[in-house]
């Protein structure tokens, strides 16, 4: 008698192609600015400056040319915070004190989803159109 097997078959890419998977789906073409303001010397500052890092690279900030990425560099003892623009005046804040970088994203991956207007396909050229048609007639 074998035992049932009822696990996976191969290990999940862990935490980095998590991450790897929400910044696929980062778009920003709804948001005019994001403010990342954390203290260095906080314990939990490592999640600002991460998504800072994630956020600034060149493959998403080409998403939005004109949006704004500023990073405020505080020694108050606050804890680090990532505030988001909206181009419709609203505000998104997230308090990373508790939170990770995967989380962070998959919240502002959650609120960004249904402000990206999906673009569509461009009717095809009258030319084109002729041809198909032509085509269709002989068959």
């Not at 800072?52 to 939005?64: D, G, R």
């Amino acid at each position: 008698m074998s035992i049932y097997f009822s696990g996976t078959f191969k290990r999940s890419g862990g935490i980095v192609s998590a991450i790897a998977k929400q910044l696929k789906l980062v778009n920003l073409k709804p948001v005019k600015r994001i403010q990342i303001q954390f203290d260095p010397f906080h314990e939990k500052a490592a999640t600002a400056r991460d998504f800072l890092h994630f956020i600034s690279s060149p493959k998403v900030t080409s998403t939005n040319l004109d949006c704004i990425i500023k990073t405020t560099v505080v020694c108050d003892r606050s804890e680090p915070q990532v505030k988001i623009d909206f181009t419709n005046n609203k505000s998104l804040r997230f308090l990373a004190n508790n939170l990770t970088v995967l989380e962070i994203f998959q919240y502002f991956n959650k609120h960004l989803g249904p402000l990206i207007k999906i673009e569509q396909e461009s009717a095809p050229v009258p030319a084109v159109k002729a041809k198909i048609q032509k085509k269709l007639k002989k068959k």
